[in-house]
């Protein structure tokens, strides 16, 4: 029996994410094993600091790759909104599981509207921090990081009114009554949000063809475009972008927001096309910073 060594961080979404994979490569190849390979991460250990200032998303990343290529591993599973733009030359994302549920839920309240007066948010995201405040700019950011249940308890704890957290997953771990829902037209999700995929290193042809089974075409349309707008903005952890793609009647279109840090001010576009056109990517990152104020373009080098 052929065994595939599938590796993974070590939280609970993680690893029900890697089940969902191990799942599906099972359904697609009978008589295939898939063995779950836990790997600690740098964003897993260090708790206390925004991802931003020690490391950027490589944080999620490095240690997986280090296995992917060393060959303790013949593939790695992840969120795909924490894979950073730039990926080594040796790795190749291979496939994307069906997309879920790309929103965001709060936890603490039915609305950003019913938050009281200079209500505390718990995020580490800078997306988040800025969506929040230009909708309520009395609102205050606070740190938090952490699994679903360690930002849960914190939030129990008092240590903020509010959290947002991806509908998905929750959704995943079972928890979808936790927290409403945000619809996307009030805050457009991050760029991958509700993807999970699946990469292996370049050179590798079995793992390529056991993959590509299971791979979801528009998922991975849709995903390789938001992650084409990044690319082509030169975004990095400290550049608050909102970025959701779709594909109806053979036709990509993407929407996107910028803001300021602080959400002061804010800058929305989209772009339609082929989906196989990173054009449309490109074509929309230009239009975005064409009409992006000084406060907004500055936090983006493209």
């Not at 099972?26 to 008589?31: E, F, S, Y």
């Not at 250990?45 to 992917?68: C, F, M, N, S």
Request: glycine share 8%.
């Amino acid at each position: 029996m052929q065994t595939l060594r599938l590796g993974t961080r070590g939280s609970p979404l993680a690893l029900t994410q890697a089940g969902l994979v191990r799942d599906a490569l099972v359904a697609a190849h009978p008589g295939l094993s898939v063995e779950i390979v836990v790997i600690r991460t740098t964003g897993d250990r260090v708790q206390d600091r925004p991802l931003a200032e020690i490391g950027g998303k490589a944080l999620w990343t490095k240690e997986l790759d280090r296995a992917l290529l060393a060959g303790e591993i013949d593939c790695a599973v992840h969120s795909m909104k924490d894979v950073e733009t730039v990926r080594p030359a040796e790795i190749a994302i291979v496939a994307m599981l069906p997309r879920a549920d790309v929103r965001d839920r709060l936890v603490g309240a039915v609305s950003i509207e019913a938050l009281p007066p200079g209500a505390r948010i718990g995020t580490s995201s800078p997306r988040r921090a800025a969506q929040v405040r230009s909708l309520r700019p009395d609102l205050s950011p606070v740190l938090f990081r952490g699994n679903v249940d360690t930002r849960l308890a914190r939030l129990a704890a008092g240590e903020a009114e509010a959290t947002l957290l991806a509908a998905a997953g929750l959704e995943r771990l079972g928890r979808d009554d936790v927290g409403v829902a945000i619809p996307t037209t009030v805050m457009l999700p991050a760029p991958a949000q509700g993807a999970v995929g699946i990469e292996c290193r370049a050179a590798d042809e079995d793992a390529t063809r056991l993959l590509a089974a299971i791979d979801d075409p528009q998922t991975h349309a849709c995903v390789r475009a938001e992650r084409a707008l990044l690319a082509a903005l030169v975004a990095d952890c400290h550049s608050p972008v909102a970025a959701l793609a779709r594909i109806e009647g053979g036709v990509l279109t993407i929407d996107a927001t910028l803001y300021a840090e602080d959400g002061s001010e804010s800058v929305s576009a989209q772009q339609a096309g082929a989906p196989e056109d990173v054009g449309v990517s490109q074509a929309l990152a230009a239009k975005l910073l064409e009409l992006a104020p000084p406060a907004i373009r500055q936090l983006f080098a493209g």
